[in-house]
């Protein structure tokens, strides 16, 4: 493809159009370039190329350059091409879109056929090399293009056209894109309409509707991320999804939650599981719903919501009700802690140290001092020291 | 239930080739994205309540907002100690940004909202408070009313307020305006300051970036001071 010049496409004196053929991709040797859908014409002297959309685009080579052309058949799902072998580019080339290549020969690909005719054509012009004979001399216009009189700016002009054009062609992409949204869309609201009837229907028939189908209903609302009109749950909770999730997690997180006392905020599972998987993730109410069914399938992890609205996955084993008394003992050994210092000494986030010193207050073994310089917690002398 | 198993499938298909022309599209524009969203809520849809939704596994929106709510969590956590557990949207932002690195997808702002509202789900406190004109993301389960809330966005346009600041312009009681902003010194989001000139002056780490949005290591803090 380095042999390639820049041109205005138009003829020259002396030259002549011999014949002209759309849907034309080039190849440079057997990798595709972006010239890929253009007018290929060839004249007494060149092969000249015009990219379709951009009219300005155009490249021309010398039939002089040619060594010989072969025919290439079509194939499943690929076009007839010609393979045009080459010389070497002259020295004194006119710039072009290449300035190497790798491969001394290109390929005509003729996506919307023509080219049995241009091969013959081109045949021709290789057997008279009509360019030796006839000088190319000024420029002419050709009337075939119906965009006569044009100046092809090169340059900054031209950049910005080009840059206009790709950019008109992104917002065509993107006005394609909405309507094609738009459309979308109307289906999804017949599918959440249907539901609302179905729904409607399980209420009034109530007992006549099978386990079975209330179960696939779910699962058709957890497909389309629709509230269950029942329930209000836009999770469809209790699907059989909901359910191998639990088991999954229930095997995820077992070292994970020895590692780390036997206890883990909602959020720190999240994290761990989804770095881990990687690809698709779970959403945060997938998550929430698995854990909800822990218990009920007897696995050995459980969900346990505090008094604060704080979630956390606790291990069958784990008793937090003992971990108080090991709290009182550090609270007492240090007269008072706060939940960051206590977090510290133990080696847990400060979130759970908060919620077991709660606890521990809430079961009568801790008092609070609570003062602008924080919260702290006291062994509760009211008790112990009656 | 049947007709719904064949429409069902029916709606796959659209979706399948609606994704095949236009999932770079939502990857990549988060003006789209807004779009989409939209539209989805207009029509009782919520397409990231499950990962194992259609919207999911087609178009790919779950992994980009679950993922984008990791990284929020993560964010939030690593500067609790400075502010808290306040940031304002922006300075989430950037630091999610600063995460992702350079060659990672576009996100903006309606996507990091969008991102948050699920993750209040797992009970860790997450909400969303509107300030000045922006938002205040709290992600510790600490008790903020609407009292909190309005000193909160009294503060955000100096990133401090006083008693007196609030006296005026609420027209409270000096022990109510007191209740409220020792109950944001005991939760760490705002700092005290007493000397200055005046009277104490109670500042919202949230707020610093802000309005002095220079972040300096510690060997250049010891250099500016003589």
């Known amino acids: 493809m380095d042999r390639f010049s820049w041109t205005s496409g138009l003829l020259e004196l002396g030259e002549t159009l011999v014949v002209q053929q759309r849907g034309v991709r080039l190849y440079d040797g057997e990798e595709k370039v972006k010239f890929d859908s253009g007018v290929l014409l060839l004249s007494t002297h060149r092969l000249i190329w015009r990219d379709q959309k951009n009219h300005e685009c155009c490249i021309a080579i010398p039939l002089s350059q040619v060594v010989f052309i072969e025919e290439q058949a079509a194939g499943i799902g690929k076009s007839a091409k010609i393979v045009v072998h080459l010389h070497p580019a002259s020295s004194n080339k006119e710039p072009g879109p290449f300035q190497s290549s790798k491969y001394s020969y290109i390929k005509l690909s003729f996506k919307e056929h023509g080219q049995i005719e241009f091969y013959r054509r081109l045949s021709e012009e290789m057997t008279q090399r009509r360019w030796e004979t006839m000088p190319a001399g000024q420029t002419i216009q050709v009337n075939k293009d119906p965009q006569v009189g044009r100046i092809r700016a090169v340059g900054i002009v031209g950049i910005e056209r080009k840059l206009e054009e790709k950019r008109k062609e992104t917002d065509k992409n993107i006005s394609e894109a909405f309507e094609d949204l738009s459309k979308l869309m109307e289906k999804a609201k017949e599918m959440v309409d249907l539901s609302k009837s179905i729904a409607n229907k399980i209420k009034e028939k109530q007992g006549d509707i099978t386990e079975d189908e209330t179960i696939r209903f779910k699962s058709y609302l957890l497909s389309m991320g629709i509230a269950n009109p029942v329930t209000r749950e836009t999770y469809g909770s209790g699907t059989q999804y909901h359910m191998q999730l639990a088991k999954q997690l229930a095997g995820i997180l077992q070292t994970p939650l020895e590692e780390r006392g036997g206890i ?54 784990h008793n937090e009700e003992e971990m108080v008394a090991s709290a009182l003992e550090t609270v007492s050994e240090k007269g008072s802690l706060t939940a960051d210092e206590f977090a510290k000494l133990v080696g847990m986030s400060v979130l759970l140290a ?5 606890l521990a207050e809430k079961m009568g073994h801790l008092c609070r001092d609570d003062s602008v310089e924080g919260l702290r917690f006291y062994p509760n002398l009211f008790l112990t020291q009656s | 239930l049947l007709q719904m198993s064949k429409q069902l499938d029916m709606f796959k298909t659209n979706l399948e080739e609606f994704a095949s022309k236009h999932k770079q599209e939502i990857r990549k524009n988060p003006k789209f994205r807004v779009q989409f ?23 790919g929106v779950g992994d980009f907002y679950y993922e984008l709510g990791v990284q929020i969590i993560e964010v939030c956590l690593a500067l609790k100690h400075r502010n808290g557990g306040l940031i304002t949207l922006e300075e989430l932002h950037q630091q999610v940004l600063k995460g992702r690195g350079k060659f990672a997808q576009d996100v903006s702002q309606d996507d990091l909202l969008r991102a948050i509202k699920k993750l209040k789900v797992l009970g860790n406190g997450f909400g969303i408070i509107p300030v000045g004109g922006t938002y205040l993301i709290q992600s510790v389960p600490a008790e903020l009313n609407m009292d909190h809330t309005v ?9 401090y307020v006083t008693v007196s600041e609030i006296r005026t312009s609420l027209k409270w009681e000096t022990e109510r305006a007191k209740q409220v902003l020792e109950h944001l010194l005991k939760e760490g989001m705002a700092w005290l300051d007493t000397q200055a000139a005046g009277e104490p002056q109670y500042w919202l780490p949230a707020l610093f970036t802000e309005l002095y949005s220079q972040e300096i290591t510690p060997e250049e803090a010891k250099e500016a001071i003589p």
Do not use: H
């Open chain 2, 37 to 59: 969203q939209d539209m989805c809520a207009t029509i009782g849809v919520d397409p990231l309540a499950s990962g194992k939704g259609f919207w999911s596994e087609m178009l």
């Open chain 1, 354 to 358: 908060k919620e077991r010193l709660l």
């Open chain 2, 151 to 159: 000193v909160l966005q009294l503060a955000e346009k100096k990133g």
């Open chain 1, 264 to 317: 883990m905020s909602l959020t720190e599972v999240y994290c761990l599981v989804n770095r881990a998987r990687g690809l698709e993730l779970l959403s945060p109410e997938d998550l929430v719903n698995a854990c909800k069914m822990l218990e009920s399938l007897k696995l050995p992890l459980r969900l346990r919501i505090f008094d604060s609205g704080v979630m956390v996955i606790e291990l069958q084993s």
